[in-house]
């Protein structure tokens, strides 16, 4: 089956810090979304993005689906953006079922 | 609207006993899913619908139970609950269609002694 690596593992940033988090795929998708998955557990939509680039507010998304990549912008970190995020991809099959990524944690210090 | 709701938030079963998690969603979509989240893992599909009556099996299935009765709501069954279910459970909606972006409720902590 396809295969979601996500990296880095763990970053760890001072406020007001930029950073990217990759998300690689091993299959052709037909679609790609990110998630944050906050300290108490909620899963909230950041981009739905099978390609192109997309931004919203301090935080961008690229997705070359071509090349089988997907890149996360966090800019001006704050520490209300820790947590774990989360990429996740839909292949083949028209059911809509999401393959996730193992997630990077971020943590980010005051 | 109020998107995916999830109930209970948190449940703690014997091994053995059974239960259902509810999932309701107000967007009219027609796709709905359960998954699992275990420590320090992304999320694994348990069971899936595409439509009222129409269900099917995810990535590891194995000792739940769905039904679809309706658009709205998409209840996950525990027969017999185990250890091995201690998880957050998560369920998800979309429109049908591989293109369907995915919104999920806010989860069910569940623990199994």
């Known amino acids: 089956g396809i295969q979601v690596e996500q990296s880095p593992p763990d970053l760890i940033l001072q406020e007001g810090a930029n950073s990217t988090l990759r998300c690689n795929f091993s299959?052709?998708?037909?679609?790609l979304q990110w998630f944050h998955q906050n300290p108490w557990g909620q899963l909230i939509n950041l981009f739905y993005?099978?390609?192109g680039t997309k931004q919203n507010g301090r935080l961008s998304a690229t997705t070359v689906a071509t090349e089988r990549y997907s890149l996360l912008y966090i800019s001006s970190s704050q520490t209300t953006d820790s947590g774990v995020y989360f990429c996740?991809?839909?292949?083949?099959?028209?059911?809509?079922?999401?393959?996730f990524g193992k997630g990077t944690k971020l943590s980010v210090k005051p | 609207n109020a998107g995916v709701t999830q109930t209970p938030k948190f449940q703690v079963l014997k091994t053995g006993q059974s239960m259902t998690l509810q999932c309701a969603q107000d967007?009219?979509?027609?796709?709905m899913s359960w998954y699992r989240q275990d420590p320090g893992m992304g999320l694994r599909l348990i069971h899936y619908?595409?439509?009222?009556?129409?269900?099917d099996q995810g990535e590891v299935p194995n000792g739940y139970n769905v039904s679809r009765s309706t658009t709205e709501d998409f209840p996950l069954r525990l027969l017999s609950a185990a250890p091995s279910q201690t998880s957050v459970y998560f369920c998800?909606?979309?429109?049908?269609?591989?293109?369907?972006?995915?919104?999920f409720g806010p989860g069910t902590r569940l623990t199994v002694l």
């Open positions: 998800a909606s979309s429109y049908v269609g591989a293109s369907g972006e995915q919104f």
């Open positions: 299959d052709s998708v037909n679609n």
């Open positions: 993005i099978p390609s």
């Open positions: 996740a991809v839909n292949y083949g099959g028209s059911q809509g079922n999401l393959i």
């Open positions: 967007m009219n979509h027609e796709y």
């Open positions: 619908s595409v439509g009222a009556g129409i269900t």
